[in-house]
Nanobody
Framework: QVQLVESGGGLVQAGGSLRVSCALS????????MGWLRQAPGKEREFVAA????????YYADSVKDRFTISRDNFKTAVYLQMNSLKPEDTAVYYC????????????????????WGRGTQVTVSS
């Protein structure tokens, strides 16, 4: 198993930037594809961004494309989400998620595809 802990959330004004991080611990020698998903009050959890184990494949929701960047460190023990040009509609709890894979380039877009979840970090964007 792997444990995920998010950090870096907070309050930011519209147009500002924020970086959230996710630390992996536990069985980190396995290959994990990673994702960021978010859930706003009264809404279902939605996909934000995904990255393959190798880091060479990434994918973004249309709503965040060209504003957010997902990345991971070379040791595969941390994943980041750099968020620029933030909008009030980006306000949500952001969750880091992982799924064990056998392919270094595989990524996943559905919440149900992920097996491991962090507790989330709150991001609030004021107008």
């Amino acid at each position: 198993q792997v444990q995920l802990v998010e950090s870096g959330g907070g309050l930011v004004q519209a147009g500002g930037s924020l970086r959230v991080s996710c630390a992996l611990s536990g069985r980190t020698l396995s290959w994990y594809a990673m994702g960021w998903l978010r859930q706003a009050p009264g809404k279902e959890r939605e996909f934000v961004a995904a990255i393959s184990w190798s880091g060479g494949t990434t994918y973004y929701a249309d709503s965040v494309k060209d504003r957010f960047t997902i990345s991971r460190d070379n040791f595969k023990t941390a994943v980041y989400l750099q968020m620029n040009s933030l909008k009030p509609e980006d306000t949500a709890v952001y969750y880091c998620a992982a799924v064990e894979v056998s392919s270094s380039s595989r990524i996943y877009f559905q919440s149900a595809d992920y097996d491991y979840w962090g507790r989330g970090t709150q991001v609030t964007v004021s107008s």
